[in-house]
């Protein structure tokens, strides 16, 4: 097997985000980590019930959830987020982002932490354990959401933690390694350069 070629059963493709596998992998974590700029549907939808669900039963013991936060790059992202929708619009989605994290925060601060970069976000990234979910922002009337998505496994149990800790790449890891230790260091990065999250009246004017 070429060196190019990932390990057998290691990765996955989905075309659109699929709820159900997601939730399984959320239900089988003990961390999950959600770097996807903006959790409005996560409110109302199953995901978000699976979270609630098992912070509640304690089977969950730490969320992460990175929302964007305030750099220049900021209103030129959310319009590419969501292009059909007006400036006004696109501000309410924010405040429902918002204020979902805040709660789920609120009612469980011994296992969410909740913040908001000041990087700009390349791409969404959903770590469950050590199984990486990546998808792709692009200047697209269809969302990320139903576009393609990745799903990186067959790594060490305990990985993701250590990139995600800081330690770095070496000579001994394979070439899928460090593929999937590119979308662990953006999270990681996006961490580095954020603020505790903060929920915003009128995000967007």
């Known amino acids: 097997m070429s060196h190019r070629t990932p390990p057998e059963g290691a990765l996955v493709g989905w075309v659109g985000l699929d709820p159900e596998a997601l939730i399984e992998a959320i239900e089988s974590s003990c961390t999950v980590l959600l770097h996807a700029s903006l959790y409005s549907n996560f409110a109302s939808n199953a995901i978000g019930e699976a979270l609630e669900r098992q912070l509640a039963s304690g089977a969950l013991a730490r969320l992460i959830v990175i929302s964007t936060g305030e750099g220049p790059w ?88 250590e990139w995600l800790s800081g330690t770095p790449l070496n000579d001994a890891n394979s070439a899928w390694e460090q593929a999937c230790y590119r979308h662990v260091v953006e999270c990681r990065n996006a961490l580095e350069n954020a603020r505790n999250g903060e929920v915003r009246f009128g995000a967007v004017s």
Do not use: N
């Open 74 to 161: 900021r209103l030129a992202f959310e319009a590419m987020l969501r292009p059909t929708l007006t400036d006004q619009e696109r501000a309410q989605l924010v405040r429902i982002s918002d204020d979902w994290c805040a709660d789920l925060q609120s009612r469980y601060l011994e296992k969410v932490m909740w913040v908001q970069t000041d990087q700009l976000p390349t791409l969404p990234v959903l770590i469950c354990d050590d199984q990486i979910i990546v998808g792709h922002y692009a200047h697209s009337p269809v969302p990320a959401a139903e576009g393609l998505w990745l799903v990186l496994g067959g790594l060490a149990d305990g990985q993701v933690e």
